[in-house]
C-alpha cells in the first residue's frame, strides 16, 4: 500500500523537491520518513478503529511536522 506521494503533497513543486532531495541529505531523510508514515498511516487506517485511533493519531501529527519542514525547507531554499 502506498501512502501519499509528494509529488500530491505539493504538486507545483517536483522539479523543486527533487532537486533539493539531490542536493540536501537532510531533506533527502525527511522526505524519506515522510513517504515511510505515510505508507505506515495507511495500513494503520486499514485495522479495526478502537485499535488504530492512537497510532494514526500519532502518526497523522508527525506527518503534518514532516509536511512542514519540506514547506519550510522550500520556502528557505527559494522555491515557495
Not at 522526505?31 to 495507511?42: A, F, N, T, V, W
Amino acid at each position: 500500500m502506498k501512502g501519499i506521494a509528494l509529488d500530491i503533497l505539493f504538486p507545483n513543486h517536483r522539479t523543486a523537491i527533487a532537486d533539493l532531495r539531490r542536493a540536501d541529505t537532510v531533506f533527502d531523510e525527511i522526505c524519506r520518513d515522510y513517504q515511510l508514515l505515510s505508507d505506515e498511516y495507511l495500513s494503520v487506517n486499514t485495522e479495526p478503529r478502537s485499535r488504530s485511533y492512537p497510532i494514526a493519531r500519532d502518526i497523522r501529527e508527525s506527518l503534518d511536522g514532516l509536511r512542514d519542514e519540506i514547506a519550510e525547507s522550500l520556502r528557505r531554499a527559494g522555491k515557495i
